[in-house]
């Protein structure tokens, strides 16, 4: 009797972990079912397209159009392709989230291992920045950058993202140092450590997970961003999110879906690469400082 409920429960537990797994496989074609039809739209011809099914495999693969959206489709008058646009975001994603990430770390170790007078209202105040939509800004940077007289430049947008960024940077931060035992700060000032030694020999060196998370996190945020590049920049200084809206929406007679996919899957390859290579690092990097200790 006990031998043949141990095998009922051993069954439905098989049944109920194939149902788990065929629900999850389910899951996961229905989410990358968009991704697959721009691929393969981006490998099709026009006439392909034309007299094909919509998640029907291309009868002849072509990269005619992965050729053309990089280097001669047209966004707006300008029929370079997107290759331009692409530097120009990656010339001021990679500076901005170095430094949004840099001063976040130095905020979040000011805030809980150099406590000051009025430190925790100075962190409430800066965490409204998180909750301060994109529109409500650009005026008052528009402004910034005018008197600065980095408007319409590289160095502006990297102001920009470095600015909006560093609420949630300085907000990683704080929370993942504040599971860091104070004692080992004040051991190293005991040694006569100061400030910045301190921060570069012990600091440093135990936050790589939450160094991944602000990668990602400000990146992401940064590479996909459409509001700041169409209003800061213009012209050949746009970034490649700014293009790919221009070329879709440029028409010269003929609708190229297959560009069209081609050039949306090249501007959001650099975060599916960052997402691949360290994602399973950001939810270990987002929980490490969740317990004190």
């Known amino acids: 009797m006990v031998e043949v409920q141990r095998t009922e429960t051993a069954g439905a537990r098989v049944i109920g972990r194939v149902m788990l797994y065929a629900l999850l496989i389910l899951f996961a074609l229905y989410y990358l079912m968009p991704l697959f039809v721009m691929l393969t739209t981006s490998l099709k011809t026009l006439d392909d397209i034309r007299g094909g099914n919509l998640i029907a ?5 072509s990269f005619d159009a992965w050729i053309k959206a990089w280097s001669s489709a047209c966004t707006g008058v300008n029929c370079g ?7 120009n975001s990656v010339s001021f994603v990679l500076p901005a989230v170095a430094i949004s990430t840099l001063i976040g ?8 291992m150099w406590r000051f007078r009025g430190s925790d209202v100075f962190f409430t105040l800066l965490l409204i920045g998180c909750f301060i939509p994109f529109q409500v800004v650009l005026l008052p940077m528009a402004q910034t950058l005018g008197w600065l007289g980095i408007a319409n430049s590289t ?17 990683f931060f704080r929370n993942f140092y504040v599971s860091i035992p104070e004692e080992l700060v004040k051991a190293a000032r005991i040694d006569g450590a100061g400030f910045f030694r301190i921060f570069w020999r012990i600091i440093l060196p135990l936050s790589p997970p939450i160094l991944v998370v602000c990668v990602i996190w400000q990146f992401t945020q940064i590479w996909n961003d459409f509001l700041f590049g169409v209003v800061f920049s213009s012209g050949e200084r746009q970034p490649i999110t ?3 809206n221009n070329l879709v929406n440029t028409s010269t007679g003929v609708k190229e879906y297959n560009v069209d996919m081609a050039a949306a899957i090249i501007a959001g390859l650099p975060t599916l690469f ?13 929980t490490a400082g969740s317990v004190k200790g």
């Not at 392709?81 to 530097?87: A, D, E, H, M, R």
């Not at 770390?105 to 809980?112: C, D, E, Q, R, S």
């Not at 160095?155 to 907000?171: K, P, R």
């Open 105 to 112: 770390a130095l905020n979040g170790y000011v805030l809980t």
């Open 242 to 244: 700014v293009a790919l």
């Open 81 to 87: 392709g997107l290759s331009g646009n692409f530097w």
């Open 57 to 61: 495999l291309p009868e002849q693969v």
């Open 274 to 286: 960052v997402y691949v290579v360290a994602g399973k690092y950001f939810v270990r990097g987002l």
């Open 155 to 171: 160095t502006g947008l990297i102001f920009v993202h470095v600015v909006y960024g560093l609420a949630f940077t300085t907000l």
